[in-house]
């Protein structure tokens, strides 16, 4: 369903009434129409700074070589010499950031280590680096801030100035979000500096258009796992996508086929038609069983293990609402949403971690921020989806062991055949409470998943991702 309020105010007419009267402008989103690139970044300038004392500068900078970026610094930085040096040991070129008044391309991407920043007072190398150039970032431009992981800290004034970061990228990505530009941060775990590169070219690609104010944690990837190029990773896997007849799962299958991956779509026998069209579509193998089936990882594993020798990737999607406020609610609606959308997703995998499961796969779950934040007339709902995001954690050292991970995505409001039936006032106001005015589409699912799905997200285990925009509920 198209977003008219949008379409609207891209006009001249429009820009300025909504200015007038004080509407919102939802900027129009650069999203992903190609597989991941080799090199995302070539030829974009990508303006880069430290803190004293950062330790993430030449990671930092190989990832964005690697990528294409031309690299920029703010010579009168006070804290440039971790970059200058990095630099200088990797042979790569650096030029000065043009100033406001200059007629040069402004940057695509500004990024900041802030690995070093270990107090109150040093905090304050954040504003200097940042307030003289966010007024210059672009139309979809990107920040990311890339920062120690604080859970791993002991010490109290580095610990207390690394989770301040934290509340800086919120508040930013609320600052920048009006022109499409999103702000993440990136916890780097002991070990993770390595499977940087990854999650580098997601956050500042136009793969995590509808990803911003989120940090993401980055820590050491699988034990004998050296990092991989995210381009071509999903070549020759195997992925089983529950809930693929339509909507978010349909293009959660037709991402993964894009990245290469074989797909076995799994829905419901009453979405056997749409879930048919799909698979033929993107050249996949339908399976039409119930997630609640008494047999469903048996027969699963059968199939995969039969056409395929077992599965690389599963996606959870499948799931459904059945809304009431608790003193209305039936055993019945509490029960149906309790055993799709959370029961059965423990029960497939405890049965595929038996059988049909190869080493090193990666499991992908689909929260919600319902789950985060919580919804009236959803305690059903809510329960299954924060069930999901502490399932995620639990299983993150099991999945480890065997070479793996999960994840979980949890997306906002989403533009699908279940949104667009809603009355207009509510829809409106589900797209409009977000840092970036609109609600999200399939595909920005999608991506995220499609991402965590990739071996080269190796340093990724445990996390629960938001793709909602910085929707306001529970940010």
């Not at 080799?38 to 500068?57: C, E, H, Y």
């Not at 497939?348 to 789950?371: H, Q």
């Amino acid at each position: 369903m198209s977003d008219r309020l949008m379409e609207f105010t891209q006009t001249p007419f429009g820009k300025s009434l909504a200015t007038m009267l004080g509407l919102p402008q939802p900027p129009r989103l650069n999203r992903a129409k190609a597989a991941w690139a080799d090199r995302p970044l070539d030829g974009k300038f990508v303006t880069v700074g430290s803190g004293n004392g950062a330790i993430l500068a030449k990671p930092l900078l190989e990832a964005l070589a690697a990528a294409g970026a031309v690299l920029r610094v703010v010579p009168e930085h006070a804290g440039l010499t971790p970059v200058k040096q990095a630099a200088a040991e990797l042979g790569l070129a650096v030029t000065g950031n043009p100033g406001a008044d200059a007629s040069a391309p402004r940057s695509h991407a500004v990024l900041f280590d802030a690995s070093g920043i270990a107090s109150a007072e040093q905090l304050r190398e954040l504003y200097d680096f940042f307030q003289p150039l966010v007024r210059s970032l672009p139309a979809n431009g990107r920040v990311v801030v890339l920062s120690r992981s604080p859970d791993e800290i002991e010490e109290i004034g580095l610990k207390t100035a690394q989770t301040a970061l934290r509340g800086f990228v919120r508040s930013l990505g609320k600052e920048v979000g009006k022109n499409g530009t999103t702000a993440n941060l990136l916890e780097v775990a002991e070990g993770g500096a390595e499977w940087l590169a990854a999650p580098l070219r997601f956050f500042l690609s136009e793969h995590s258009a509808y990803v911003t104010g989120q940090l993401l944690r980055v820590g050491k990837g699988p034990q004998g796992g050296e990092p991989l190029a995210l381009a071509g990773s999903l070549a020759g896997k195997v992925a089983l996508v529950t809930g693929a007849a339509r909507g978010i799962g349909a293009s959660i299958a037709e991402t993964l086929a894009r990245e290469g991956a074989t797909v076995i779509g799994m829905d419901h026998p009453s979405a056997e038609g749409g879930l048919g069209e799909t698979m033929a579509r993107i050249g996949g193998h339908g399976l039409a069983l119930d997630v609640t089936a008494p047999d469903a990882a048996e027969r699963i594993a059968k199939e995969a293990l039969a056409k395929f020798g077992g599965l690389d990737i599963v996606v959870h999607n499948a799931g459904v609402t059945r809304d009431k406020m608790l003193r209305n609610m039936s055993q019945q609606q509490w029960d149906l949403v309790l055993n799709i959308n959370l029961g059965a997703i423990l029960r497939i995998n405890e049965g595929l971690l038996k059988s049909g499961l190869k080493d090193g796969a990666r499991i992908v779950c689909i929260s919600s921020i319902g789950g985060i934040a919580g919804n009236a007339g959803q305690t059903n709902y809510g329960s299954t989806k924060a069930g999901v995001i502490g399932y995620t954690q639990a299983m993150a050292a099991a999945m480890a062991k065997r070479g793996g991970a999960i994840n979980a995505v949890a997306p906002g409001f989403i533009e699908t055949a279940m949104t667009a039936a809603m009355p207009l006032g509510p829809r409106e106001v589900g797209r409009r409470i977000n840092s970036l005015s609109q609600a999200g589409l399939p595909q920005d699912i999608a991506e995220t998943v499609t991402f965590f799905a990739s071996a080269a997200a190796g340093g990724v285990n445990g996390s629960t991702l938001r793709v909602c925009g910085q929707n306001w509920m529970g940010a």
